[in-house]
């Protein structure tokens, strides 16, 4: 015991003290504790606290000399690779994105495309790799992107809170709908939600004249709103939609086939099954031919299987599935 | 029942029924609560003003470090165990019982603490905790029965070591139907391992059920012949316990970062079992094994050195130098596989959030991941430099003091590049004098993964090749292997062909990938073909170096096939790595894999071929045990301190990933403690809980030598 209290807890306060000593250099060196906060207000000091806290921004971009994150571009003036800040930045890239797309494009519209759709003109040298903001676990509110953007067009560019909040230009708009739409989904992202409907939903549902007839045609299925989609998902048996109800067949040797009837002819019928599987009957061998209102074709576990991220997302995608006017249909 | 012949049972049945108490208090408190749902407001309570987060954080931490050695011991107590039953060695199977010795007041005091952190966690965070319970109420109950099966387990296997040692023989009929019994247990595993049994489980979670859980059953059964076998049947049990305690709770933590089954309003719709079995369960369970190994072994490790170090005779000394020795082996056997396991586990953190992966290398925890490589890189040089103080007491090891320094320069360079991060923050000037980039024009380079990959390669294979000099440290001529009968060449042959099948199977995926898998256009293919046809050369070396082996070239094989290796990770795929950043980023993770199994098939050949190339060699004289330096002690118990530090931080790491969501992406953490700490916060934390624990330590070390004497 002598040799523990005399020898070996020194040896473990001196190792602990240099334990300390890094700890608190590279805090010094790094800064301190990351905390999260919300933004009240939409201006650049509500912007700055998200970018640094909730929004985790700096996470990939710098600021300057302020972080130290690179794997974004540099929202400072940093070296020779950014000469301008973000805010005068801006109306260079506008200009660039402008002239490419043949539209009108502000400042303001280029900052609130990167934060709503930051694939669409990705800066060079950089992956299009960058999240989506209004989607969990970020989840930024549409008051928290416009406060990011007031926070960006202060770095050495013109403030207009009129075109960031009151009164957005047509191209800013569109984009604040996109967030609102995806944010009353739970936030989720509608472009991983496109990959995860072409993954699991694609083969049974029609979507704008693509896909499998099993299911029903999902175009324009927004216009059922966010609960029925939802529940449909969930509990597809809770929400059958008519023609796509569930039969249960019985032929004479007691066999039961359970799927949605996809041909009725004058002998036969097919069912699918959940699986895919075409079975025809004949009519003559069939003893009992009825739906069951309590099943549906539609796997009813894919809640369970399904990450929250992708429940989240296919929601955000199928909500901005807008019925298309009559003229276009 | 908790009796024993020494007169310990008051004790232990009042230490028993006070953790049951414990245990079932908090089952209680798990049950009762009203499962709530995560659009409720949360709400945070204190205890006496205290920082609530800081304090279960310390109670987990505190929890995890003695559940760590609890769990980690008996793995290797075991092992101990049954090769002192296999070479009819008491040497082997008294050290087990001295290690298992050191579990009994751990025990209790980590059940202490889990009462006490469920409690707090209740009482602090009741609506997290009531949103958690009404999902995992079912694991929580099994959780609950586990640990009385755990502490029979313990308890029998500690206090009837005596009891069950006796090797005659059991009658005939009962031996036949524990065989019966392991072979179908065996057939289940089987079933279980082809899907035919819980079909619809997840291949990481099935492999980690029956590798450690069905396999070990059926062979504790299979080989139960007489009461000592039956006793290792009892310590296999207790690590099955163990492990699937671990398990259970690490689901908990799995959830709280990769949550399935939970619908847009955070209502939990999925199975429980979904939810027990999510993304990132396994991932954490494998590393956490690994880890509590290493830890349990170099704890044992520390008790082995405060005993050397106070030891008055040269007996003592011996003792305890072997079983400081045995305890480094082990730890080093865990490490190895340890960085692979964790590069597993971030994969699969990526996997879940890349905004999570992010947040791990590049944002909040890039600079603790430079900390915790200082801690990690410390581990593998201290250990070789315990083995190159062992080779001390080794007569005529000094053959071998030249590579040493060899060893430790490539030790000293790949820990240093270990270290490089890929950016610094700079200064305007700093940044000015690099050309305006923020990038050092080489430094940056080594600061990425496919270099980080390549160095851990080499720490591994340096750290292995000082085993192996360890080795051989006394041993001069080696006895032909032809001459040592069929058995060591079929041996060599099966077990080389197993590890060169390992490197093949992956070659025929990596000559076989169809690029669009990883969504790469088909001119991307050829960055993963090259990676097939290194192996396909890897494996062609192999089986010469199998073939040289049976030709009683054995060191030529040994050297080829580590040249060899060592060139294929470190420096082809190094470089490769770069090559498939640029060109086919998504490859990468295909590099590593490749560099892990070559890697592992290296370490298994190379093994086979030393252990039957130094069978009956002549030997130069006996190992001292004892005739160590007290400099080496304390190498020891700066590897304690080392991993203990380093599992407070990744603890800090895993937990602060998910930012401010207790649940991630369904349950925000709305509480005044919603951040993340700084660095020397986390030093602080860790700090005053490591301080704490070895003070428990040194308390239990006493408490087992004053069980000991009394004992003699």
């Not at chain 1, 940093?78 to 800040?85: C, I, M, Q, T, V």
């Not at chain 1, 023609?243 to 066999?255: C, L, N």
């Not at chain 1, 989240?312 to 276009?328: G, H, N, R, T, V």
Request: proline share 3%; net charge neutral.
């Amino acid at each position: 015991m002598n040799v523990v209290v005399t020898r070996v807890f020194p040896f473990l306060l001196v190792v602990l003290g240099v334990y300390l000593w890094i700890g608190y250099s590279v805090t010094q060196l790094i800064g301190g504790g990351k905390r999260t906060s919300a933004a009240v207000d939409i201006s650049p000091e509500g912007g700055e606290a998200i970018y640094w806290g909730k929004g985790r921004c700096f996470t990939c971009h710098s600021v300057g000399g302020q972080g130290s994150a690179v794997r974004g571009p540099n929202h400072g003036q940093f070296g020779e690779k950014f000469p301008l800040p973000m805010g005068a930045r801006a109306v260079e890239r506008a200009k660039e994105r402008a002239e490419k797309e043949g539209t009108k494009f502000t400042a303001v519209d280029y900052i609130v495309e990167s934060l709503a759709s930051p694939g669409a003109y990705v800066v060079k040298g950089y992956k299009n790799e960058m999240a989506v903001v209004y989607a969990p676990p970020i989840s930024l509110s549409l008051k928290e992107i416009k406060a990011v953007t007031a926070y960006m067009m202060s770095l050495g560019g013109d403030l207009d809170m009129e075109a960031i909040d009151t009164a957005p230009s047509e191209v800013t708009q569109k984009f604040y709908s996109k967030i609102k739409a995806a944010a009353a989904a739970g936030g989720g992202d509608p472009g991983e939600g496109a990959v995860v409907f072409e993954d699991n939903c694609l083969d049974c549902h029609t979507l704008n004249g693509e896909g499998g007839e099993v299911g029903p045609d999902l175009s324009g299925i927004s216009a059922k709103g966010l609960k029925f989609i939802s529940e449909s998902i969930l509990r597809p048996a809770k929400s059958l939609t008519k023609g796509f109800e569930t039969y249960v067949v019985i032929d004479k040797e007691g066999r039961q086939t359970i799927g949605l009837k996809t041909r009725d002819e004058a002998g036969e019928i097919d069912i699918t099954k959940a699986n895919g599987d075409v079975v025809t009957i004949l009519k003559e061998n069939i003893k009992q031919i009825k739906t069951d209102e309590t099943k549906s074709v539609m796997p009813d576990d894919l809640a369970e299987a399904m990450t929250v991220k992708d429940y989240q997302d296919i929601l955000s995608f199928l909500m901005l599935q807008k019925p298309k006017p009559k003229a276009e249909q | 029942m908790m009796a024993d012949r020494h007169g310990k049972g008051a004790i232990s049945t009042r230490r028993y029924l006070a953790w049951c108490a414990i245990v079932s208090g908090a089952v209680a408190m798990f049950v009762l609560t009203a499962p709530a749902f995560a659009q409720e407001e949360n709400v945070y309570r204190q205890f006496v003003g205290l920082d609530s987060r800081r304090l279960v954080w310390f109670l987990a931490q505190m929890h995890l470090f003695f559940g760590a050695f609890v769990l980690g011991v008996p793995l290797f107590a075991v092992i101990i165990e049954v090769i002192g039953w296999k070479k009819k060695d008491p040497k082997f199977d008294k050290l087990a019982y001295e290690f298992t010795s050191l579990l009994s007041v751990a025990y209790a005091t980590t059940a202490a603490l889990g009462g006490l952190l469920a409690f707090a966690l209740f009482t602090l965070y009741p609506t997290f905790m009531g949103y958690m319970a009404g999902i995992f109420k079912d694991v929580m109950f099994m959780y609950a029965l586990l640990f009385f099966g755990e502490t029979f387990a313990l308890y029998l296997y500690y206090y009837g070591w005596k009891l069950l040692s006796s090797d005659k023989p059991f009658a005939p009929n009962l031996q036949r139907l524990f065989k019966a019994l392991g072979l179908i247990v065996g057939a289940f595993g089987v079933a279980f391992a082809f899907g035919l049994i819980g079909g619809e489980m997840r291949v990481d979670t099935r492999w980690f059920i029956l590798l450690l859980y069905i396999a070990p059953t059926a062979v504790g059964l299979l080989i139960i012949k007489d009461l000592k076998s039956s006793h290792i049947f009892i310590g296999i049990l207790l690590n099955v316990f163990g492990t699937a305690i671990m398990q259970l709770a690490n689901s908990w933590a799995g959830f709280m970062m990769s949550p399935v089954g939970v619908d847009g309003e955070g209502n939990f719709v999925g199975t429980v079992w979904e939810a027990f079995e999510n993304i990132l369960a396994t991932p954490i369970a494998v590393h956490r094994m690994l880890g509590n190994m290493a830890f349990g072994g170099l704890v044992a490790g520390s008790y082995a050195a405060v005993k050397f170090l106070s030891a008055k005779t040269m007996e003592e000394k011996a003792h305890y130098d072997w079983m400081g020795y045995i305890s480094n082996l082990v730890a080093i056997a865990a490490l190895i596989p340890l960085p692979f396991a964790g590069y597993y586990l971030g994969r699969e953190v990526y996997s879940t959030s890349a905004i999570m992966g992010n947040n791990m290398m590049g944002g909040d925890f890039s600079w603790t991941f430079i900390i915790q490589a200082m801690l990690v890189g410390s581990l593998f040089v201290i250990s070789n430099y315990y083995l190159w103080s062992g080779m001390t007491r080794i007569p005529g090891a000094e053959r071998y003091y030249k590579f040493i320094k060899y060893i430790l320069l490539a030790l000293i360079l790949s820990f240093a590049i270990w270290l490089t991060p890929h950016n610094l923050p700079l200064s305007g000037q700093e940044v000015g004098e690099m050309g305006g980039s923020q990038f050092h024009p080489m430094l940056k380079y080594l600061g990425l993964m496919p270099a980080k990959n390549a160095v851990v390669n080499l720490i591994i294979l340096a750290t292995f090749f000082s085993f192996l000099l360890y080795r051989r440290g006394n041993m001069l001529e080696v006895v032909s292997i032809r001459d040592q009968g069929r058995g060591a060449r079929i041996t060599i042959l099966v077990v080389g062909l197993a590890a060169i099948a390992l490197v093949l199977q992956y070659a025929v995926t990596m000559l076989t990938m169809d690029p669009g898998s990883l969504d790469l256009p088909a001119d991307r293919a050829q960055y993963i073909r090259m990676i097939g046809y290194l192996l396909v050369f890897e494996a062609a070396v192999g089986v010469v170096a199998i073939v040289l082996a049976l030709m009683d070239r054995g060191k030529l094989g040994q050297v080829l096939y580590l040249a060899v290796t060592a060139f294929n990770v470190a420096v082809f795929l190094g470089v490769w790595g770069f090559v498939v950043m640029e060109k086919a980023s998504p490859v990468l993770r295909n590099v590593a894999v490749a560099q892990f199994i070559q890697l592992i098939s290296c370490l298994i050949l190379v093994s086979v071929i030393d252990v039957f190339l130094f069978k009956r060699a002549k030997s130069l004289g006996e190992f001292q045990w004892g005739r160590m330096s007290n400099r080496s002690q304390y190498a020891l118990l700066l590897l304690t301190f080392i991993i203990t530090m380093n599992m407070g931080l990744m603890g800090f790491i895993r937990s602060g990933l998910r930012g401010d969501w207790h649940i991630f992406g369904v349950m925000r953490d709305t509480s005044e403690w919603a951040y993340t700490p700084s660095n020397f916060v986390m030093t602080q934390q860790v700090g005053a809980a490591v301080l704490l624990f070895m003070i428990g330590c040194a308390f239990m070390f006493w408490l087992g030598g004053v069980a000991s004497k009394k004992e003699e």
